[in-house]
């Protein structure tokens, strides 16, 4: 999501399901310009230094991962050489997979222009969620807030399972109904059905996931 899209008191959702709301915005700061509360919590996550583990906790978020360097890269690898003796500095000391803490704020001088980066081992920094990473939560399923065995439901209260998902196109869901036979026996089967996700581009006519909400 882009910091120009971004407005006070929003829900924005991550990609492990926790939800934040948007508390304050700073403009002018290029590196964590926005802070967020934790109001639904799903999975532990990295803000920076910060880690978010339960409803309640706030932080600032980093705008995008470009400011992010990772420890095992050519210039992680030189900063570490050139910066930090041996065993002085944990979370950059090789790229310990073990180490889920190894993040940390440093600043960079280039040109006279001072930049600050966030720097640590891949695991932590898979574990990193930016304003980039995140989007705004919609009741109805969407390709960032749908996941396999997701329940969803129709206007009248069926319920369909998600058991498939195909990238940007849509979703493939099943759900229990009853047929009836030549003999009047009623049978209950399971049918399939692909719905495609919600585009603005879509004629009216065309059923998408806009007509559903997420259980």
């Known amino acids: 999501m882009k910091l120009k899209d971004v407005k006070i008191g929003q829900i924005l959702n991550d990609r492990f399901g926790n939800k934040f709301e948007v508390k304050q915005i700073d403009n002018g700061d290029d590196f964590m310009p926005i802070k967020l509360k934790c109001v639904e919590f799903v999975k532990d996550i990295y803000t920076s230094r910060d880690k978010i583990t339960q409803v309640g906790y706030d932080s600032w978020f980093l705008k995008d991962r470009t400011r992010i360097l990772f420890s095992n890269s050519t210039i992680g690898e030189f900063l570490k050489e050139r910066f930090y003796s041996d065993g002085e500095n ?18 960079i001088t280039l040109n006279d222009v001072k930049c600050r980066f966030l720097f640590g081992n891949t ?32 206007k009248f209260g069926v319920e369909y399972r998600v058991i498939a998902k195909y990238g940007t196109n849509g979703i493939e869901v099943v759900y229990s109904t009853e047929f009836t036979g030549l003999d009047d026996r009623i049978f209950d089967v399971n049918t399939k059905m692909h719905i495609p996700f919600y585009n603005s581009s879509y004629s009216d006519n065309i059923l998408t996931t806009k007509e559903f909400k997420k259980k």
């Open 123 to 154: 695991k932590a920094v898979k574990k990193v969620v930016t304003l980039d990473d995140l989007y705004i939560y919609e009741e109805y399923p969407t390709k960032n807030n749908t996941r396999i065995d997701d329940i969803i439901v129709d």
């Open 90 to 107: 944990n979370s950059s000391n090789d790229d310990d997979d073990d180490d889920d803490d190894g993040l940390e704020l440093i600043d």
